[in-house]
């Protein structure tokens, strides 16, 4: 690995490659290559933040929805995007025997009443779900997944936005934009 001569850094040894550690050195003052390379490719700045957002301490990698979660969860309403996350997981089923076994998942944990995660939706809804769930197709969930987002959009998510659980996220992320780390958004 070469380094431009004003940068002063130290190289490390790790395995067979050489390392720098990029905290010491000024944006646009790295180069990166093998030491072996004889090519010089310049870092540019955002390398150099990929590289030192890999080294964020694990109590710092919380996401977004992992936030999001603990915040329901503290709510007791974290079926809500349990549940819009198997949906978005059934959508993704290709085989006709595994949407059947995961259809009959959903169901069971969040639709049927006294469910063990029972979500909160209208009855009409329910029973459509109950009368299509015999042969689930990838869109059977849609209407109740529409109906849990709108209900997390305009309830959950802005009290969330106000909590301490955010809060400190948005501080050890430094993340202006939610969209990045909330999939559902």
């Not at 299509?132 to 990838?138: D, F, K, Q």
């Not at 955010?166 to 501080?171: C, N, Q, S």
Request: aromatic share 10%; charged share 35%; hydrophobic share 35%.
């Amino acid at each position: 690995m070469q380094l431009d001569e004003d940068c002063g850094g130290k190289k490390k040894k790790i395995g067979d490659r050489d390392h720098v550690n990029i905290e010491k050195f000024p944006p646009g003052k790295i180069f990166s290559g093998s030491s072996t390379d004889s090519s010089i490719h310049p870092v540019n700045e955002e390398d150099i933040k990929r590289a030192r957002r890999k080294t964020v301490s694990p109590a710092r990698r919380l996401s977004g929805l992992d936030a999001f979660r603990t915040f329901l969860k503290s709510e007791f309403s974290e079926e809500n995007v349990e549940f819009w996350l198997a949906c978005e997981d059934f959508k993704k089923t290709e085989s006709a025997e595994k949407l059947v076994s995961k259809a009959k998942v959903i169901y069971s944990e969040f639709i049927e009443a006294d469910a063990p995660k029972e979500i909160n939706i209208d009855f009409s809804t329910r029973d459509l779900i109950s009368k299509n769930i015999a042969e689930p197709t990838r869109k059977c969930f849609d209407e109740a997944q529409k109906l849990i987002y709108s209900l997390m959009a305009k309830d959950s998510f802005p009290r969330f936005l106000k909590s301490e659980i955010y809060k400190e996220l948005v501080h050890s992320r430094q993340v202006g934009n939610h969209k990045k780390w909330l999939p559902f958004l």
